[in-house]
T-cell receptor, first 115, second 109 residues
Framework: GAVVSQHPSWVICKSGTSVKIECRSL??????MFWYRQFPKQSLMLMAT?????????EQGVEKDKFLINHASLTLSTLTVTSAHPEDSSFYIC???????????FGDGTRLSIL | GIQVEQSPPDLILQEGANSTLRCNFS?????LQWFHQNPWGQLINLFY???GTKQNGRLSATTVATERYSLLYISSSQTTDSGVYFC???????????FGRGTSLIVHP
């Protein structure tokens, strides 16, 4: 089946650091990438939707200057958490979809801990 | 927007038992997926099933689109089935998936 590779899987860093998370679709072209955030024992919360070559569309309440999303190619999207603070600590997950009527495929997630 | 409700929210089973998880949605959908999130956080795609019935080993799923629900059946449950099961739908011409709150399953040996 389709594979999405997400790196890193775990990040621990100091407050004020910027962290970049990569999401690559390995065997399909991800026209659209979704970025989610998940708090413990909760469902996935959609942060933003990005289409290849376009600016990302952010959900209400998500700071676009805080969470920079780039989707420069059909196989790579990145999420950069800028000047991270402890409240940004969370589990971040990406998913990719090729065309509208196809299933979405998830990366394995990134656990971000800001000290 | 579309509402997605999953039931039950929590389920505890003895190994070998069968179970049925339900996903109700408030509008017509053109895309429905069932996922299993394991204890390490990985989301495994179980079924892409906007309508009809599919089976994969001990798991099967049925979506009755006209009645706006989907069921996930787990037979002869194993401890490795533990985790959270999510239903996610897309409706209309939207790419945006809407997730249910999940069913947390614990299977005891």
């Amino acid at each position: 089946g389709a594979v999405v590779s997400q790196h890193p899987s775990w990040v621990i860093c100091k407050s004020g650091t910027s962290v970049k998370i990569e999401c690559r679709s390995l065997d399909f072209q991800a026209t659209t990438m979704f970025w989610y955030r998940q708090f413990p024992k909760q469902s996935l919360m959609l942060m933003a939707t990005s289409n290849e070559g376009s600016k990302a569309t952010y959900e209400q309440g998500v700071e676009k200057d805080k969470f920079l999303i780039n989707h420069a190619s059909l196989t790579l999207s990145t999420l950069t958490v800028t000047s991270a603070h402890p409240e940004d600590s969370s589990f971040y997950i990406c998913s990719g979809v090729g065309v509208l009527n196809q299933p979405q495929h998830f990366g394995d997630g990134t656990r971000l801990s800001i000290l | 927007g579309i509402q997605v409700e999953q039931s039950p929210p929590d389920l505890i089973l003895q190994e070998g038992a069968n179970s049925t998880l339900r996903c109700n949605f408030s509008d017509s959908v053109n895309n429905l997926q069932w996922f299993h999130q394991n204890p390490w956080g990985q989301l495994i795609n179980l079924f892409y099933i906007p309508s009809g019935t599919k089976q994969n080993g001990r798991l099967s799923a049925t979506t009755v689109a006209t009645e706006r629900y989907s069921l996930l059946y787990i037979s002869s449950s194993q401890t490795t089935d533990s985790g959270v099961y999510f239903c996610a739908v897309r409706s209309g011409g939207s790419y945006i998936p809407t997730f249910g709150r999940g069913t947390s399953l614990i299977v005891h040996p």
